[in-house]
């Protein structure tokens, strides 16, 4: 996922990644230290990045049209893109109830490139529609473990550009909850070189061993367990690290309100509510009649 997400990235583009999002984040430094050299980007606590004071610069800098790309992901996420980050089932009362949605609905229409990630394919959270909209907007493209889906504009919904290795139209069809359109020429996903796998183990994983010690040590310990790189092998590698990144699944999802003030990284403000910035999804918003 992190190499399918770097590759997406262009030289030169300004880049912000939100408090955990450790796949985003791995990304960014695999294209800045690859074919990105002149990539800016704002993630606390890592070398390189760009300075910034608190929450309220970094949404002053987006909405002056300083910001590039950005990253969102979902509790659920539906085929028109729009992200679920408040509730599941009924809003009022709901089987389960999460932090919210800190910025997505501000940052997610007014940002350029908006890539969307999320480390479970399923129909649980691919679904026709969300329950709550949390943000929408039209995203760049989505990436998970098993596709990277992109979005037709004049359809209005996502639709499928490339398939991993080892999955086909028709598996990454029947792991989502909608019919899932496809372009007229969908290719296979180019696993990772050992080139980008080396530069994740070598130099990406300590950058980010501050902050996101969890993450890096599972890697690491993929990694360990890989053995010598082969190209033979490349593809079990591949899978190897991203059954790791099952791990994130349910701290993608909580990058709202918790903890210090202001200054905390983005998605930690304490002030942050989190029953606003979004809305009940219509029953007129699923074209395929596929909702229950």
Known sequence: MACAIARALRDGERVGVGVNSPIPAAAVLLARLGHAPNLRFWLRGVPGAEPFLGS???????????????????????????????????????????????????????????????????????????????????????????????????????VLESTHPGQSIESVREATGFHLLARPLVRETRPPSDAELRLLREEVYPLLAGVYPSFVANMRG????????????????????????????????????????????LGQQADQETHGGGHRAEADDDPDGRSK
């Open 56 to 158: 309220k610069e970094f949404f002053d800098f987006a909405q002056r049209g300083k910001l590039d790309v950005f990253f969102l992901s979902g509790v659920q996420i539906d085929l028109r893109g729009r992200v679920n980050l408040h509730v599941l089932g009924d809003y009022e009362r709901p089987k389960r109830r999460f932090p919210g949605a800190f910025g997505s609905a501000v940052l997610y229409p007014i940002v350029p490139r908006v890539i969307l990630f999320r480390t479970e394919h399923s129909p649980r959270v691919f679904v026709p529609r969300v329950d709550f909209v949390s943000a929408a907007g039209t995203p760049d493209r989505v990436v998970t473990p098993l596709a990277v889906m992109g979005f037709d504009r004049a359809a209005g919904r996502l």
């Open 222 to 265: 993929v990694s360990a367990s890989a053995g010598p790189a082969r190209r033979a092998d490349q593809h079990d590698d591949h899978q190897r690290h991203q059954g790791a990144l099952d791990d994130q699944d349910q701290v993608e999802p909580l990058a709202a309100a918790q903890g210090a003030g202001d200054q905390a990284p």
